[in-house]
């Protein structure tokens, strides 16, 4: 089971490869000009070149999805990697450039948010978590690449062969083992520091016990933070099917389960997760229409011609952005 849902790394990673080649990603309007984000495709690019001289296969995988993927797809990505990108520059802004906070992203995979973040907030310290086996390919491909070693200003420990930085680590937990990920948090973060967690598609492939346990342990144990998590909800209308046949469809084609897909299967029901009184739940779809400017849309469709526009909002409408916030 720990391999098919590492992998998944594989799929979220050929997604953003294929927003960018399409011109998605970056949005000049949302992540150049709002989140300050630089060189964003320079930076991906790059990471697929190591990755290639890392692992082969990895790169096989994602360059084949890239070159498949649909505007359906390219449309998904893109609104779950923008809503994110600045629901975390909006409140890292609201903090103040000089306050002190550390971002945790839990199964953070090979995302590289990190990179432009560590540059825009000089007080900010960044740590990746994700399984040993993950945390070792991604160490691995940071390591290779003169550029990103540079950008992330990388040291390597000879003896451990553990790759860091100052303010960036890189941590393997199961997060399925809470003592194990909250010994790993006590050890290379601070509990009164302000704390965003970040959770993309990650809640979704733990069992809900686990799950549960670790946005408790999580909440309790820092001082106070934000909850940032991207999910697929299963629906909740009695004639509503997405759920089941996206688990159906799992099972049969990966042997992957999310086992809490039908369990907070509404938006309402996803707020709960979170142990806070302000937990706030917007479908992709409510993003979609109300928060994405008639230029930026116009921009979107000039990449490719989106012929399934009900099958978008069908789709988007099962994914959720949450933010959570608890202060003691
Ligand atoms: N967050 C990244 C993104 O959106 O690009 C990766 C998402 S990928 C769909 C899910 C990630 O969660 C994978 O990298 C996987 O290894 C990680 N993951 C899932 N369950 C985990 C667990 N129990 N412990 C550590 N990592 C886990």
Not at 10 to 23: H, P, Q, V
Not at 168 to 184: F, H, I, V
Not at 246 to 259: F, G, I, K, Y
Not at 266 to 273: L, V
Request: proline fraction near 3%; glycine fraction near 4%.
């Amino acid at each position: 089971m720990e391999t098919v849902v590492q992998q998944t790394d594989y799929d979220a990673l050929s997604c953003r490869m294929s927003a960018i080649a399409k011109g998605y990603l970056p949005s000049p309007s949302l992540q150049v000009d709002r989140c300050n984000y630089h060189q964003y495709k320079e930076f991906h690019m790059e990471y697929l070149r190591a990755l290639k001289s890392v692992s082969m296969r990895i790169y096989s995988i994602v360059n084949r999805v890239v070159k498949t993927s649909f505007p359906v797809m390219n449309y998904g990505t893109y609104l779950r990697t923008v809503s994110i990108d600045v629901a975390l520059n909006d409140y890292l802004t609201s903090l103040g450039k000089d306050k002190k906070v550390q971002v945790i992203n839990l199964g953070c995979g090979s995302d590289l948010r990190m990179i432009p973040l560590l540059q825009n907030f000089p007080t900010l310290t960044y740590i990746d978590v994700d399984y040993d086996s993950s945390i070792s390919v991604k160490s691995k491909v940071l390591w290779n690449s003169e550029a990103l070693k540079n950008l992330l200003d990388l040291q390597r420990d000879e003896s451990t062969g553990e790759v860091f930085a100052e303010r960036y680590k890189l941590a393997s937990s199961d997060l399925n083992r809470l003592e194990e990920t909250m010994q790993r948090l006590h050890d290379l973060t601070e509990k009164d520091c302000t704390t965003i967690i970040i959770t993309e598609c990650l809640l979704c492939y733990m069992r809900q016990e686990e799950s549960q346990k670790l946005i408790g342990s999580i909440v309790s144990y820092y001082q106070s933070g934000t909850w940032i998590a991207y999910d697929p909800i299963g629906g909740s209308e009695p004639n509503d099917r997405f759920g089941r046949v996206m688990q159906a469809n799992l099972r049969e084609s990966r042997n992957l389960e999310m086992p809490t897909l039908m369990i907070y299967n509404s938006k309402e029901k996803y707020a709960s997760r979170f142990p806070t009184t302000d937990a706030s739940v917007t479908d992709m779809w409510e993003i979609f229409s109300n928060r994405i400017s008639a230029d930026e849309n116009k921009r979107l469709r000039s990449l490719q011609f989106l012929d399934e526009i009900e099958e978008l909002k069908v789709m988007q409408k099962h994914y959720v952005l949450s933010t959570a916030s608890w202060q003691k």
